[in-house]
């Protein structure tokens, strides 16, 4: 097996994560607020529905906090979460831990690397998350959200994966 090389966490790497971030958040939004519901007669139903991300976040926040998901909501907790896992926390996860895995397992192309990331956040977000936090159904019932949220994810995971390898692997860092 190879060696694990981590990078070195540094002004260009969050500069990345934080840029790869952003791009891929507006991405997810657009693709789940936007896109997918304008294909609901086309792509039914694997598209269709619309992504509702914060209200999550707010229902899972609640749990965690033992307060009701309305008083989340109220703060904007559930926008901010939604807002800094999408620029910083899942990016750097990326970076720090799944590229460097994929580098020294099997060296995949990126675009599989960041795929098979976004379906991790997918798992995370949908069943540890909704299911396992906040108590709804497993995948939320495996409806119509579900599949934007598994395409979405994917999306965003690819997006991130981009940024990541043009910024870092192409210009020689790791």
Same mark, same amino acid.
């Given at each position: 097996m190879a060696?694990?090389?981590? @990078?070195?966490?540094d002004g260009k790497l969050l500069y990345t994560a934080l840029v790869a971030g952003a791009f891929a958040t507006i991405g997810f939004d657009l693709f789940g607020q936007f896109v997918s519901p304008l294909?609901?007669?086309?792509?039914?139903?694997?598209? &269709?529905?619309?992504?509702?991300p914060v209200p999550l976040a707010n229902?899972?926040?609640a749990v965690l906090l033992g307060v009701q998901a309305k008083v989340v909501g109220s703060l904007g907790i559930g926008h901010a979460l939604h807002t800094l896992t999408?620029?910083?926390?899942?990016?750097?996860?990326y970076i720090l831990a799944?590229?460097?895995?994929?580098?020294?397992?099997?060296?995949? @192309?990126?675009?599989?690397? &960041?795929? *098979?990331? &976004?379906?991790v956040l997918f798992v995370f977000a949908l069943y540890v998350m909704a299911h396992l936090v906040a108590g709804n159904p497993p995948f939320l019932g495996w409806g119509g959200i579900t599949w934007v949220a598994l395409w979405g994810h994917i999306l965003f995971g *690819?997006?991130?994966?981009?940024?990541?390898?043009?910024?870092?692997?192409?210009t020689g860092d790791n």
């Open positions: 060696k694990l090389i981590l @990078p070195r966490f294909l609901k007669g086309v792509a039914s139903p694997l598209l &269709g529905a619309k992504l509702a229902q899972s926040l999408g620029l910083l926390l899942y990016p750097l996860g799944a590229r460097p895995i994929s580098n020294s397992v099997i060296r995949l @192309p990126w675009w599989v690397t &960041g795929a *098979v990331y &976004g379906g *690819v997006i991130v994966a981009g940024f990541a390898h043009h910024r870092l692997e192409r």
